[in-house]
């Protein structure tokens, strides 16, 4: 402090009362009201009968939350015939086995479906499923191009069918804490957002291993191209088929819709960004014709924030993380936790630009701006709230929270956090990143024609 005057890197806060944020955080752990029934209660999924349209890694692990939940799985569909086997180990019995969809949906003993084929098949099944009056559990994306998420929207209405989409932030309990605290308007106005997850590793940029034997003979390699381009066998393309273009969405598709998902739930969005602009490229993972980039950035425009996300398959310090920034705080959500750290708005007098000021005049201001906040007394006197750190259980499986939360919406016929709209509004925000990258221009969404525009 000099000439009596206070400085913001030394001062004790005063006017509302309040020291400096205090340096030690709360630690609160959450707990799901989901997933953990009580003992004696019914299992979300007891008596509900399903059959997996699609038994790839997260295929398996979607069959398995769903038995674990109650859910009876009967049958399996999938075009590659060692999945089959695959199947029945998780389900841990002999099932129906099929490769035509459309047997599945048949069987009057299947109650819902779960699909988790490649993005280019989603709308198409799910639209066959909810004709066929069965509810869908989708893996994200919901779908592979605009017009399929208004066709999906459709048959789910027209069929009067539960359809939920399958990233867990929507019903996980850390984004329902960020949704709570962003409601209360603890943290003020926000104006930015920014979210990443990153990879480094063969998995984390789907450079699977090919099972040995695949081939086209236990492959159905044609129905697997449906409506994408004919080409002649490539068992790198349907196992590692995130990477191309022609069957999904790359990054946005696989990871930015699960920043989104977040985004979406605890700000309470519901339309598309309005721009997107994206930057980016295939730096590392070169792999057998790959199209899709392994670093890609996007800045989203929104009405009343922007947002920036970022997926990186070539480096991993950074994780997982999305923050909020607010004129009160600033609230991130990552490592299985949420964290609310209040922003120190305590009024202070101007010191920087009075410096130019002769002393007659800085004496005067600060006389005037003591007198408008004067310092509190003793009993007034306390230290600022620090962070709160919310923290999910050690055990906590967001997975089974998702599908128990669907599983209740199949039996209360009341639509699910995650519905048909809310997976398109992440869908389009998917494919207008894509546009954006792949075109090289600023794509912007047009309500009216429901379309992306460069």
């Known amino acids: 402090m000099r000439n009596g005057r206070f400085n913001r890197r030394s001062f004790i806060q005063r006017g509302a009362g309040v020291a400096a944020i205090g340096a030690a955080s709360r630690v609160i752990r959450l707990n799901s009201t989901l997933a953990s029934p009580a003992l004696d209660a019914p299992l979300a999924g007891e008596g509900l009968r399903f059959a997996s349209i699609g038994t790839g890694v997260r295929g398996c692990e979607d069959l398995a939350t769903a038995i674990s ?15 089959f086997i695959a199947a029945e180990e998780h389900a841990g019995k002999k099932l129906v086995r099929t490769k035509k969809y459309h047997e599945v949906l048949a069987r009057p003993d299947v109650d819902f479906v779960i699909v988790t084929t490649p993005d280019h098949w989603h709308a198409k099944i799910v639209e066959d499923a909810c004709a066929a009056g069965k509810d869908v559990y989708c893996e994200k994306p919901m779908t592979h191009s605009v017009e399929e998420g208004y066709r999906v929207m459709d048959a789910v209405r027209r ?12 019903t996980s309990i ?3 804490k960020a949704r709570e605290i962003f409601q209360s308007g603890a943290f003020g106005t926000v ?12 998995s984390g940029a789907w450079d699977y291993p090919i099972p040995p034997g695949a081939n086209e003979q236990n492959i159905d390699w044609e129905t697997f191209l449906g409506d994408a381009p004919k080409r002649p066998f490539d068992a790198t393309r ?18 930015f819709v699960h920043i989104l998902t977040g985004i979406y739930t605890v700000t309470g969005l519901k339309e598309p960004p309005q721009r997107a602009l994206s930057t980016g490229g295939l730096y590392h993972w070169k792999y057998s014709g790959r199209d899709a980039p392994d670093l890609i950035e996007t800045f989203y425009e929104f009405p009343d924030f922007r947002v920036m996300l970022r997926c990186n398959q070539c480096n991993d310090s950074a994780g997982t993380v999305t923050r909020l920034f607010g004129t009160k705080g600033t609230l991130e959500i990552g490592n299985r936790s949420v964290i609310f750290t209040p922003q120190d708005n305590t009024p202070q007098p101007e010191t920087y630009s009075t410096d130019g000021w002769p002393a007659k ?31 999910a259980p050690d055990d906590y499986d967001e997975d089974r929270d998702h599908m128990t939360a669907f599983l209740k919406a199949m039996r209360t016929r009341q639509k699910p956090l995650e519905d048909e709209e809310f ?8 494919l207008m990143a894509n546009y954006s990258y792949f075109n090289r221009t600023i794509a912007t969404w047009d309500p009216a024609s429901k379309t992306i525009k460069g």
């Not at 004496?363 to 709160?388: C, M, N, S, T």
């Open 69 to 83: 939940c109650g859910a009876n799985m009967v049958a399996v569909c999938d075009l590659y015939d060692e999945r």
């Open 159 to 170: 069929h009067n069918r539960i359809l939920q989409v399958g990233s867990q932030e929507a």
């Open 174 to 176: 850390l984004c329902q």
């Open 191 to 202: 104006t930015a957002i920014e979210g990443w997850m990153d990879r480094n590793g063969p």
């Open 238 to 255: 349907f196992f590692r088929w995130r990477a191309f273009r022609d069957y999904g969405e790359g990054l946005p598709g696989d990871l």
């Open 361 to 391: 005049l800085r004496d005067e201001y600060l006389a005037g701006w003591h007198q408008k906040h004067p310092a509190p007394a003793p009993d007034e006197f306390r230290i600022a709230d620090g962070a709160v750190h919310y923290r």
């Open 423 to 430: 997976g398109n509004w992440t869908s389009v925000a998917c």
